[in-house]
């Protein structure tokens, strides 16, 4: 028997756009019923969490999910989204928002910096060799800063983040947006998980609710408010499932490398993920420090090539600086599912400038100039495939009356930042606005 329910708003996805929309909307003093929809399950209190195995078990495609033109994107599908597995960083929206299509986000992102405490984390806590590798950059006329975190070294259990927080973060350090959920939750929300939604109800150009299946039941929600916010992938198929044709045509990944070397001592595997940065917005693109966890390291190498797996034994004194590119809008999400999306001419140029760069950074911090490479390429922010001003207006609203979307395929370019500050501060304004249309309907 199928499910039916009705509820004032749904919202599909729990990433950072979902989950706070689907709190702020439960603490609203509205009375709104609010029921929000995830694909994935609640691994946090699961002994596999934040580890290689379960890394691998809630990731999309068992973390083998690749472009037609061979870029790996890693995907979450589980509560919380894509900050159970990031790499805990913050980034102020861009002055651009502002100029160019006229959404101040600063109010909202200066509340959730004030509640949240994002800061930076200690000179100590960002690692030794991670710190070496921006004073290197400083010798070189690149001033580095430190990276503002989501992660609270204060309310860990027992702090020890390295490169395999990416997995998950096992400590309780890192935030992740099911907090939001939680915090939902005890305002009423009602949370399925395992919920797959297929396609959006429309009755004469209005949205009236969703229909999926949870745990192998079909489910009909009537709803009068719809938002998905099932991430740049997600999002756009159901769309393309609800009739929206232009859903997906072109997108933005950040494409992003790695660019290793060997250095004559302790490399950057123990440090924090990303704890200083450089954005050079000439080029478009942001350095940082990362290197890949422990065990995925030799299988994206063997992307490379049979012979780069063999760098594996050197992992513990390799340095790695991170470069992700501002790309420019191309490829697409097709109908059936496959991801087309590769560089085009003017990203590969910036590219290789930028590998350039940080070959020089890796050097004059003591790495051995025979062992620099570039790990292979992939996509780590899907966005810009619902983007403001071609399918949505300001508002976040489709060519449908109520149906909103607010995850990174709003995006109307590449950020080349951190992206999760971003969509906070575009969910809670959006936020406000459903309340606010709520109170007054005839508006």
């Known amino acids: 028997m199928a499910i039916v329910k009705e509820t004032d708003m749904v919202i599909v996805g729990s990433g950072p756009g979902g989950a706070t929309v689907a709190r702020q909307l439960a603490r609203s003093q509205a009375g709104l019923g609010v029921t929000l ?84 984390l200690s000179l100590a806590e960002r690692g030794v060799a991670s710190t070496r590798i921006a004073e290197a950059a400083l010798e070189l006329g690149m001033k580095w800063f430190p990276q503002d975190k989501f992660i609270w070294p204060g309310r860990a259990r027992r702090f020890d983040c390295g490169a395999k927080c990416m997995l998950g973060c096992r400590c309780g350090a890192k935030w992740s947006a099911a907090e939001f959920v939680d915090e939902a939750v005890a305002e009423g929300c009602d949370v399925w998980t395992g919920a797959k939604v297929n396609a959006v109800l429309i009755q004469d150009g ?180 619902v983007r403001i001003g071609e399918m949505l207006t300001a508002d976040l609203e489709t060519e449908i009356k109520n149906l909103y979307v607010c995850d990174a395929s709003v995006f109307p370019e590449a950020l080349a930042r951190p992206t999760v500050l971003t969509i906070i501060s575009l969910a809670k304004r959006l936020s406000n606005h459903l309340i606010a249309q709520d109170s007054n309907p005839h508006s």
């Open 206 to 385: 209005v949205a009236t609710g969703v229909t999926g299946t949870v745990h192998g039941k079909r489910f009909t929600i009537y709803a009068p408010t719809v938002i998905l916010a099932a991430g740049g992938i997600g999002t756009p198929r159901i769309l393309q499932r609800s009739g929206l044709a232009q859903a997906g045509q072109g997108m933005t990944m950040d494409t992003t490398v790695m660019v290793y070397g060997h250095a004559p001592y302790k490399g950057i595997g123990q440090d924090p993920p990303m704890t200083w940065s450089y954005a050079d917005d000439e080029l478009s693109v942001l350095y940082s420090t990362l290197i890949d966890p422990w065990l995925m390291y030799p299988i994206i190498m063997a992307l490379k090539g049979p012979a780069y797996p063999l760098t594996w034994r050197r992992w513990g004194r390799t340095l790695g600086v991170m470069i992700k590119l501002k790309d420019e809008i191309s490829g697409e999400i097709e109908r059936n599912g496959r991801i087309r999306k590769g560089l085009t001419a003017n990203d590969r140029q910036r590219q290789a400038q930028a590998e350039k760069v940080a070959g020089n950074i890796l050097r004059q911090a003591g790495c051995d100039p025979d062992t620099i490479f570039t790990a292979p390429l992939r996509g780590t922010h899907p966005s810009g495939t």
């Open 37 to 120: 929809l995830e694909r994935g399950r609640d691994w946090r209190r699961h002994p596999l969490y934040g580890t290689y195995p379960g890394g691998l078990l809630y990731a999309d495609k068992h973390a083998l999910l690749f472009t037609r033109e061979g870029l790996n994107i890693i995907r979450p599908l589980m509560l919380g989204g894509a900050t159970s597995m990031y790499c805990g960083c913050a980034a102020r929206p861009l002055p651009w928002w502002r100029d160019k299509y006229n959404i101040n986000l600063d109010a909202y992102a200066d509340e959730t910096i004030a509640e949240l405490g994002i800061a930076p």
